[in-house]
């Protein structure tokens, strides 16, 4: 088993460039869980620039399988997963000025500023995720700050060729390995297709994935539930490897 969780970002997006009502991420979430989505994840960007405060208000209202919250770890957030109670939450490192998050949390600098949302979150009963790069000394600190489940990011597993792409996978099979011997769940994320997901499903030690751009980018071209569809399958292939 494996869940596939439906990052509808980029449903707003497009909804943004035009500044129409529609389309809405909310309904689009609704028909991914109809196909089948095994949870439904959103990133409130400090720039709101797809997704926006009252979209997380409407999809906590109506997500009825799992709802994660990404989102940087500032006062800000903290506040509004807070009062929104999202399932999840998973912290994102966040620069202005990136198309999309690039790297993953330094969870060893940053420990200042995410104990306190670990506190919120034990104290009000959200899980906590952190999105960190495949690296032995992020899955130690992530355990160490109280987290539940590391996100590995998988963007330069991804964007890789030919043997480095190698080693990063192994870098991934490596730390999803030792965080599940740390007791944390093993999320992965980022860049994931239809093609490449396959063999990051074939670890097993990943319980979950999140697919954000190459899921919608599918949609576009022949409807969500089948987009769901075609992911799923892709999982089951990475299941069998296993
Ligand atoms: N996981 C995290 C933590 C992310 O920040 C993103 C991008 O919003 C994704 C997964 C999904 O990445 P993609 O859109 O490339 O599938």
């Known amino acids: 088993m494996i869940r596939l969780h439906v990052n509808v970002d980029h449903i707003a997006t497009l909804r943004n460039a035009r ?6 991420p909310v309904f689009a979430a609704q028909l991914c869980e109809q196909a089948g989505a095994d949870g439904i994840t959103c990133h409130l960007r400090e720039d709101r620039r797809h997704i926006r405060d009252d979209d997380v208000d409407r999809l906590r209202a109506a997500v009825a399988t799992r709802l994660n919250l990404e989102m940087a770890a500032t006062a800000e957030m903290c506040a509004i997963a807070e009062r929104v109670r999202p399932d999840v939450i998973t912290l994102v490192p966040e620069r202005r000025e990136e198309r999309t998050t690039e790297g993953g949390l330094d969870v060893i600098g940053a420990r200042a500023t995410i104990e306190p949302i ?13 999105f960190i790069a495949p690296d032995p000394k992020q899955v130690d600190a992530s355990h160490a700050v109280g987290a539940g489940q590391v996100e590995l990011h998988t963007g330069e597993y991804c964007h890789l060729m030919g043997e480095p792409r190698d080693v990063e996978f192994e870098r991934l099979r490596a730390a999803a390995r030792h965080a599940t011997a740390l007791g944390l769940d093993v999320a992965a994320g980022h860049g994931l297709t239809r093609h490449n997901v396959i063999a990051v499903a074939a670890i097993r030690e990943v319980a979950e994935v999140n697919i954000g751009h190459a899921l919608i980018a599918d949609a576009a071209l022949v409807g969500l539930e089948r ?8 999982l089951e292939r990475g299941l069998r490897r296993r």
């Not at 500044?19 to 809405?24: I, K, L, N, Q, V």
């Not at 009963?125 to 952190?130: F, T």
């Open 19 to 24: 500044g129409t009502s529609y389309p809405d």
């Open 118 to 130: 670990a506190r919120m979150c034990a104290r009000v009963g959200i899980e906590l995720s952190l």
């Open 227 to 234: 987009a769901v569809g075609g992911f799923r399958a892709a």
